[in-house]
């Protein structure tokens, strides 16, 4: 079945270095890809929406230039934590929807999410 | 924007009983209700969904119920077993449009099933 991978499952940084995640569409293509942060026993919250060859938008409240979103080609899209802070410590989620006909039929997949320590 | 509520925050049955998980949502423009079941380290993992052109849907042990006019929906799991044990969430979205994929999520129960 459709696989959404995302890398790597776990990375530990430093306080204000970058880190780079990525989210691939292994076996279908995707149009739209979707950031989500989760925090301990807390629920998804959406962060950005990334669409191919265009801009991400962000939901309010997310900091564009801290989170940074690249979906330059319709199986990879990046998101890049710049600066990070222990704050930033979180599980990072993306689903992707794959491109069919009719986009009400288009499924959607996540990823197996990013563990985030920064220490 | 829209709001999930969901409940209860944790469930705890034996194995064979029924558990129910109930959800409301506030944007009546929403016609797209999946749920998910995510265990420890793991990402959502969709187990059914349901549209508003539907009242109910069954998947073998599991079924979903939407009453578009009270806006909420419920999870039954029917025969729980173990494996059943995870966090289970709700998600209310508009299916069609750039806003399809933009999900909104309930708070999640804790679901534990007993030997």
Redesign the interface.
């Known amino acids: 079945g459709a696989v959404v991978s995302q890398h790597p499952s776990r990375v530990i940084c430093k306080s204000g270095t970058s880190v780079k995640i990525e989210c691939r569409s292994l076996d279908f293509q995707a149009t739209t890809m979707f950031w989500y942060r989760q925090f301990p026993k807390q629920s998804l919250m959406l962060m950005a929406t990334s669409n191919e060859g265009s801009k991400a938008t962000y939901e309010q409240g997310v900091e564009k230039d801290k989170f940074l979103i690249n979906h330059a080609s319709l199986t990879l899209s990046t998101l890049t934590v710049t600066s990070a802070h222990p704050e930033d410590s979180s599980f990072y989620i993306c689903s992707a929807r794959a491109l069919l006909v009719t986009v009400e039929n288009s499924p959607l997949h996540f990823g197996n999410g990013t563990r985030l320590t920064v220490t | 924007g829209e709001n999930v509520e969901q409940h209860p925050s944790t469930l705890s049955v034996q194995e064979g009983d029924s558990a129910v998980i109930k959800c409301t949502y506030s944007d009546s423009a929403s016609n797209y209700f999946?749920w998910?079941k995510q265990e420890l380290?793991?990402?959502?993992?969709?187990i059914i969904d349901i549209r508003s052109n539907v009242g109910e849907k069954k998947d073998q042990r599991i079924a979903v119920t939407l009453n578009k006019t009270a806006k909420h929906f419920s999870l039954h799991i029917t025969e729980t077993q173990p494996e059943d044990s995870a966090v289970y969430?709700c998600a209310a979205s508009k299916?069609?449009?750039?806003s399809?994929?933009?999900?909104?999520?309930?708070?999640?129960t804790i679901l534990t099933v007993h030997p």
């Open positions: 999946p998910y380290g793991k990402g959502p993992q969709l969430f299916s069609s449009g750039t399809y994929g933009k999900l909104t999520f309930g708070q999640g």
